[in-house]
């Protein structure tokens, strides 16, 4: 019972963790246009820094070492991490935005997050090559004086706290007159160019708040693993954020959480712990993530909207408080009667 | 009416562009004067739309100077073009097709404070506020052109004829100096037609000056102030439409061409 509570209160970790990247990316590109399949990037950049914040500095030594180490309590290394994560997002988007259109930008972002991926495994200067960061460790662990279990536990709660924040966060964003503006650069950038906005600028901003996501949920993936190295971000990770984002439902706050979790519980997660515990075969894991691929075809053939769909945003909406100017407005008047 | 003669609203010097070695603009230059209705007009693939691309700044010119009252925007990017009081509509509609009619609208407007993510955030109060005063203006000018049954709908749900209705809509809710038209009646029904000519001449009476791509010198003729003759990406002449019907190249270059086609009819 106890080894089931654990794995269920991890799975509820990883559900929350992914409903937090899942926001990030729908932001850049189901609500901005940008196809920002370097996603995972961020999402790395973010577990590294949150582990070199919080691990003491280890000098080089028989390829294992890193570059350098702040010992900061985790709690504090993590959002230092987003920051510097979403300036840097900004600074990547800032060079690659300048020139190219977005569909060139796609392939030339996959490019960029492999070479980079592919670097971080032949490069022991910076983060231990292959090794990469272990013993990162549990923030409020030590302090607490608290088994991992217990801290499982605790550190779930930790991330759903986080992850309202960001889901508040977002959704203010999306309902903002600058969220309409990102969704009118995704609609039709030149459209959103010609009526004024600096699409340039907002593309950056989008980028930056995509990659702060990002990195907050490599951090905590990281602060759960206690480790991060180039396996943990594979190549393909970044589509299981994509199809949480289209099972869920592009544009849909709630529905990132959706996609999240029935990806992790049915198709990552879950498989996982059926693997290990009965089955005993990995090959079944290995079918449920390839299934996962299947299931992105199925969702885009059958529901493209997603489960979630996004929601519209009515005259009533904008209008709901401030009921006396609907009365200036006489909705009975339409052109045939003014004809 | 003052006595003094005043700066046209609008003015292009030499505007030269090429495609890939096809020259679309050739050193197109005239002036659009304040609060008219000025018609540009010529064949098909005289530069017209080229032309209306290189002032609002969505191509850039290879050569040549675009003046906006007064400020020089040559080598401007779009946006700081627009934001310089010029808005433009499309040749072929281009709606923001996942938001609602409403919504296209109220992106337009200018100077948002919720578009600083910053005022978001900290003036929540003041962000709500503007959009509800937003939000009851652009019902008025979905109202006034047809469109208010259609506010909650996504844009991109619209006819064609709707989606014409909806460009100028989103033109105007920005209150430009100088508003460019690129031939806002084509491919639409008679009676709308009839409308869409009477929102422009409001418009003008408003205050506002106007430049539109048009085919049917019919529409020219009854409302435009003033003409410009485009032609292989040259301006051929400029005047009121009785008097270019006396302009031997005008007549030879594009209009003898369309009353054959008007009388074919
Ligand atoms: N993006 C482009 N790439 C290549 N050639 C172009 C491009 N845009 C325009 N052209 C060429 O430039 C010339 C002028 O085109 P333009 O669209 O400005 O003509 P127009 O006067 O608006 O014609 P119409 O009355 O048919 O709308 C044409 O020969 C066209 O083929
Ligand atoms: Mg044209």
């Known amino acids: 019972m106890s080894a089931f509570f654990l794995f269920f209160m991890t799975m509820v970790f990883y559900v929350i963790v992914f409903w937090i990247a899942s926001l990030g990316l729908d932001l850049v590109w189901s609500r901005t246009g940008i196809p920002l399949f370097a996603y995972y990037l961020y999402v790395a950049v973010g577990a590294y820094l949150t582990g070199l914040f919080s691990l003491p500095h280890v000098p080089l030594q028989n390829g294992v070492g890193n570059l350098f180490g702040f010992n900061l309590p985790g709690l504090l290394a993590l959002p230092l991490a987003a920051v510097v994560t979403g300036l840097f997002a900004m600074f990547v988007g800032a060079v690659f935005m300048r020139r190219l259109r977005t569909d060139y930008l796609a392939v030339v972002m996959v490019a960029v997050a492999l070479v980079i991926w592919d670097f971080s495994q032949n490069d022991i200067t910076l983060v231990s090559g292959n090794t990469g960061l272990t013993n990162i460790p549990l923030p409020l662990a030590g302090v607490l004086h608290i088994n991992i279990n217990q801290w499982t536990y605790l550190y779930t709660g930790v991330a759903f706290v986080w992850a309202l924040a960001l889901w508040w966060i977002m959704k203010t964003v999306s309902n903002s007159p600058t969220g309409r503006v990102f969704r009118a650069i995704r609609d039709d950038s030149v459209v959103a160019a010609t009526i004024g906005k600096n699409v340039y600028r907002y593309q950056i901003l989008s980028m930056g708040i995509g990659g702060f996501y990002a990195a ?12 991060w190295n180039p396996s943990s971000w594979a190549p393909f990770e970044v589509f299981n954020v994509f199809t949480m984002v289209i099972v869920g439902g592009v544009g849909s706050n709630l529905g990132m959480l959706v996609g999240a979790a029935l990806l992790q519980v049915l198709f990552i997660q879950g498989p996982t712990y059926v693997a290990s515990n009965y089955l005993h075969s990995p090959t079944f894991e290995t079918l449920a993530a390839a299934a996962i691929g299947v299931l992105m075809w199925l969702s885009l053939w059958f529901r493209p909207q997603g489960a979630v769909p996004e929601r519209l945003k009515s005259t009533a909406w904008y209008l709901g408080r401030e009921p006396a100017l609907q009365e200036t407005i006489n909705p009975d008047l339409t052109v045939e009667e003014r004809a | 009416m003052t006595t003094q003669p005043t700066t046209p609203i609008l003015s292009t010097r030499e505007l030269r562009k090429s495609f890939l070695g096809v020259t679309a603009v050739n050193g197109a230059t005239f002036d659009v004067p304040r609060n008219l209705i000025t018609a540009l007009i010529g064949p098909n693939g005289a530069g017209k739309t080229t032309v209306v691309s290189l002032i609002s700044g969505q191509i850039k010119a290879d050569s040549g100077q675009v003046t906006i009252d007064g400020a020089d925007v040559s080598g401007w990017p779009a946006h700081r073009i627009s934001q ?182």
């Not at chain 2, 009851?136 to 209705?165: M, T, V, W």
């Not at chain 2, 909806?166 to 209150?175: G, H, K, M, N, Q």
């Open chain 2, 84 to 265: 310089q009081g010029l808005m433009r509509t499309f040749q072929l509609s281009r709606e923001l097709g996942g938001m609602t009619v409403l919504e296209n609208l109220m992106v337009s407007a200018r100077r948002q404070t919720g578009e600083n993510l910053v005022n978001v955030f900290l003036r929540p109060g003041a962000v709500k506020k503007e959009e509800a005063a937003l939000a009851a203006r652009a019902l008025e000018i979905l109202n006034r052109y047809g469109l208010y049954h259609l506010r909650d709908s996504r844009a991109q749900a619209l006819s064609g004829g709707q989606k014409k209705l909806l460009e100028i809509s989103r033109a105007v809710i920005a209150d430009p100096k100088i508003l460019l038209l690129d031939e806002p009646m084509a491919g639409v029904n008679p009676a709308l037609i009839e409308k869409i000519g009477e929102y422009i001449i409001d418009l003008r009476d408003g205050g506002m000056s106007i430049l539109m791509i048009e085919h049917n010198l019919g529409i020219v003729e009854k409302i435009c102030d003033n003409v410009v003759v485009l032609a292989e990406g040259r301006t051929l002449a400029t005047g009121k439409m009785s008097e270019l019907r006396e302009n031997e190249d005008v007549v030879r270059a594009y209009l003898g061409e369309v009353i054959n086609a008007d009388n074919g009819r």
């Open chain 1, 216 to 227: 907050i949920a490599g951090g905590f993936l990281a602060q759960l693993a206690t480790s």
